[in-house]
């Protein structure tokens, strides 16, 4: 079982920044990839940005240029800058980290974080 910390998110004004981080502590499991998924109400999830081991991430169309994606493989953390924030951005933003254990017979499954919450007010 991999079990994710998120931090980050909150409250800004449109065009300001926020930070969000993602971790996955322990060894024992294989990160294939990790990533940001994103829910406005009632609204589906959809992908905001993932990268997987050793290959470049990949971005909705909606925060190319605006976000950035990076990932330290050692400490199976990743990190979402969030720049010139719009108020379709506010949503929960959701870590997910696609990894593979023993206990999955090495088959990589999908792992979600709690979700945090990211307001942009107008």
């Known amino acids: 079982q991999v079990q994710l910390l998120e931090s980050g998110g909150g409250l800004v004004q449109a065009g300001g920044s926020l930070r969000l981080h993602c971790a996955a502590p322990?060894?024992?499991?294989?990160?294939?990839?990790m990533g940001w998924y994103r829910q406005a109400p009632g609204k589906q999830r959809e992908l905001v940005a993932v990268?997987?081991?050793?290959?470049?991430?990949n971005y909705a169309e909606s925060v190319k240029g605006r976000f950035t994606l990076s990932r330290e493989d050692r400490k199976n953390t990743a990190h979402l800058q969030m720049n010139s924030l719009k108020p379709e951005d506010t949503a929960v933003y959701y870590c997910n980290v696609r990894a593979a254990s023993v206990g999955t017979d090495w088959k990589s499954v999908d792992y979600w974080g709690q979700g945090t919450q990211v307001t942009v007010s107008s």
């Open positions: 990268i997987t081991s050793g290959g470049l991430p």
């Open positions: 322990g060894s024992a499991f294989r990160v294939d990839a």
